[in-house]
């Protein structure tokens, strides 16, 4: 697939997502392979930081940081994770709702 890169680093790559959700979707994901926030290791501590703070970059470079935003990590199948490998959901640009409920 291929994708506008907007930030990379030696640690992670971020790009808009495919089928936004809101005006603002970026997936910030780490180069290292890690399956979902369930297999973190203590190890790979800097990592999950550093994807935050890629993150929070982001929100500033995209203007929607003082309006606020939503971090997001789906993990495994009840979170409705459908790729394999780790990835972070910058979601902003617009007021959000959860609608967090069982389906």
């Given at each position: 697939?291929?994708?506008?890169i907007l930030y990379e680093d030696e640690?992670?790559?971020a790009f808009r997502?495919?089928?936004?959700?809101?005006?603002v979707h970026?997936?910030?994901i780490p180069k290292k392979h890690i399956?979902?926030?369930a297999d973190l290791q203590e190890k790979d501590e800097a990592?999950?930081?550093?994807?935050?703070?890629v993150a929070k970059n982001l929100a500033e470079k995209e203007g929607i940081a003082e309006s606020g935003y939503?971090?997001?990590?789906?993990?495994r199948g009840h979170g409705g994770q459908e790729v394999p490998h780790i990835?972070?959901?910058l979601i902003g640009g617009a007021k959000l709702s959860e609608n967090i409920r069982p389906i």
């Open positions: 697939m291929k994708a506008e640690m992670v790559c997502d495919a089928h936004p959700i809101a005006p970026i997936l910030i399956e979902s926030i990592l999950a930081g550093r994807l935050i703070m939503k971090l997001l990590f789906r993990v990835h972070l959901h």
